[in-house]
């Protein structure tokens, strides 16, 4: 009898056991919006600077970092395939493979979700390789309106429209307010959490359509992309719709981390990168007014109303400062849709993802290929009866070969072995700063230039044959101005340049030493790039050849 007692508990515990214990509801992940936009073809940095910017395999590290923590989702904004409306000729065929390889790159590697349409996808005709958004241009196959997207447990609408200024062979372009407004409602319909506006257009341009069309979350400026010193490290509310625009040529990459669980507009929640970017901001203006205000409290005249202002203003600061130090993070409160915003910056520090460095080494060795080959029959032009032709540095070494020594000790006798470590040498955008006489009468083009590769002493003094044959100073240029630098040496290749500091370089014992003397004592060159590269620092992320 007693044992009856036991059956319920044991049945009890059986169906306790063996029942599954019910799991947890899936909490939704924020989405983190990466934005690039105005690539124009670039896919990397030449290198050449101290600090360069923007790189394609960086650029897909960072965001394949970010979708273990998030859902992604991935836009450019347009002008993704070349570097104009006209590249030279020349390199019709490289430009062509560079954005057949960009083009990859995005679709099957980056998945990129959304594409505007700017001018500069129409360099070599209307084929539309990526599909775009645009709603207010038709007459182009591959061209669509607006669409949604399933990111994760959210629903997220993506339009888009190009400038009223567009024009392509074969489009016909209508209002892209008239558009956009068509596509927020068709988009709304649909119930979505959010709306993601593609505009290839300058910012004037963007706020007309936001002041006129309620319902957008987030508008993207893609044209008129600005240099990354230029960039705004916040984004700009207009109504209730948050404006953003990266760094052109993928110089700076927006990423916007969203959390969508609540209604109403997106609230800007701050977060680490923007209150850093906004802390620099204030220590400047803090520290500048620390050292202004006792001056001015020194002052005979001194106007103590104006002082107490500038007092006031800097405790303002400074507690604002405090603030943003202790905390960052600023979320709404619970109900209230959020984000934080960050510029960021592709420095040569951040890591490459391995796949897409040996999709740009294919890339050249197969550009440097075709460039060769298309090349090869076409040789430089024949100078103007009279005028001189280029002949290398063997000819130069005959009467003065301790210049030619003094030349070897310098950066400019390796600059054609820098392109072959990456197999550049071929590359339309390089080798012309790495030869001498590039495209010039009677110096070299991409299939002759054997006898001229490195920056000889042509490229300085000018073209030799004449001066070769009758050894006057005056069939020579032998004080060459700066304006033969600056061709190479600019703010895009050689960000330290500075003429009498590099001219210290490059003459000394053997070449030109009274001039040297003549310069004198004082910062080189070379200091002033390895101060840059300091400065820049010299860590290269994992798995990036530089």
């Known amino acids: 009898m007693p044992h009856k007692l036991y059956y319920p508990f ?136 607006h669409f949604v997207k399933s990111i994760g447990t959210h629903k997220v609408g993506i339009l888009g429209a190009t400038s009223k200024n567009f024009s392509a062979k074969g489009a016909t372009v209508a209002s892209p307010i008239e558009s956009t407004k068509a596509s927020v409602a068709a988009l709304k319909a649909q119930k979505v959490e959010l709306i993601v506006a593609v505009l290839h257009m300058p910012r004037e341009e963007v706020a007309d359509i936001v002041r006129a069309v309620p319902g957008i979350d987030v508008a993207i400026a893609g044209q008129n992309c600005p240099e990354p010193k230029d960039i705004r490290d916040t984004a700009q509310k207009l109504n209730d719709t948050w404006i953003l625009q990266p760094a052109n040529r993928g110089q700076s990459v927006v990423k916007m981390q969203l959390s969508l669980e609540g209604k109403g507009p997106l609230v800007d929640a701050v977060g680490k990168h923007a209150a850093d970017a906004k802390i620099e901001s204030l220590t400047t203006l803090i520290d500048k007014l620390r050292i202004q205000i006792p001056e001015w409290q020194k002052s005979a005249d001194a106007d103590a109303t104006f002082i107490a202002q500038k007092q006031q203003e800097l405790s303002q600061m400074q507690e604002e400062r405090k603030q943003l130090q202790e905390s960052p993070l600023r979320k709404p409160a619970a109900g209230n849709r959020w984000f934080t915003f960050s510029q960021m910056r592709i420095k040569k520090s951040l890591a490459c993802r391995p796949d897409i460095v040996e999709a740009k080494n294919n890339y050249a060795k197969a550009a440097g290929a075709a460039n060769v080959l298309a090349g090869k029959d076409e040789k430089p032009a024949t100078p103007e009866k009279g005028k001189a032709s280029y002949v290398g540095m063997e000819a130069c070494e005959d009467c003065h070969d301790e210049a030619v020594e003094f030349w070897k000790t310098t950066k400019h006798a390796n600059a054609w072995a820098t392109l072959e470590k990456d197999n550049k040498q071929f590359d339309f955008e390089c080798i012309g700063c790495h030869v001498t006489g590039w495209d010039k009468p009677g110096g070299s083009n991409i299939g002759f230039n054997d006898e001229l590769r490195n920056v000889q002493c042509e490229n300085c003094h000018g073209p030799g044959s004449i001066h070769a044959e009758d050894s006057k100073p005056s069939s020579i240029s032998l004080h060459p101005e700066e304006s033969l630098c600056v061709g190479c040496h600019n703010a895009k290749h050689s960000d330290t340049f500075e003429f009498t500091p590099y001219l210290r370089d490059v003459t000394g014992k053997g070449h030109a030493e009274a001039f040297r003397k003549k310069l004198g004592d004082g910062v080189t060159g070379l200091q002033l790039r390895t101060a840059g590269l300091e400065k820049a620092g010299k860590l290269i992320g994992e798995s990036c050849p530089k």
């Open 10 to 145: 044991i049945i009890l515990a059986f169906v306790t056991c063996s029942s599954s214990p019910s799991k947890p509801p899936k909490l939704p992940k924020p989405i983190t919006l990466f934005v690039t936009a105005e690539l124009q073809g670039h896919m990397e940095p030449c290198g050449c600077t101290t600090d360069p910017l923007g790189d394609i395999a960086r650029t897909a590290k960072l965001i394949q970092e970010s979708s273990t923590m998030s859902d992604v989702l991935f836009i450019d904004a347009g002008s993704t395939l070349y570097p104009g409306l006209h590249p030279a000729g020349k390199s019709s065929e490289q430009e062509k493979l560079k954005a057949k390889t960009l083009t990859s790159i995005l679709t099957n590697q980056l998945d990129v979700a959304a594409v505007g349409l700017g001018p500069y996808d129409f360099a070599y005709g209307g084929d539309v390789l990526i599909p775009r958004l645009a709603g207010n241009v038709s007459g182009l196959s591959n061209v669509s309106s």
